[in-house]
């Protein structure tokens, strides 16, 4: 049986999580981690979204910032999420 991760893969990885250098894991570097992940995963949709419309990011701007302001604040960056995801 295979492991998810090699030796190498798990302290290469374990290095990057381990962002003070301390050679321990706090719940902290974890949940940074974690969120990274999830964050990854959602733009994948977001981009995967994007090219099969053909969109640039200009467009999705222009849509998205419905009180063309110039930025995008929570609201309007929740819609464009729950439209591309």
């Known amino acids: 049986m295979k492991t998810f991760l090699n030796d190498t893969e798990a302290t290469q990885l374990f290095k990057a999580i381990d962002h003070d250098n301390s050679q321990s894991l706090t719940v902290d570097e974890i949940s940074t981690e974690l969120a990274s992940i999830t964050a990854a995963q959602i733009l994948d ?3 995967a979204t994007a090219k099969a419309n053909n969109y640039e990011a200009a467009e999705i701007f222009e ?9 995008m604040e929570i609201n309007e960056f929740k819609e464009f999420i729950n439209q591309a995801a």
């Open 45 to 47: 949709k977001v981009k």
């Open 63 to 71: 849509v998205y910032d419905m009180d063309k302001s110039g930025t």
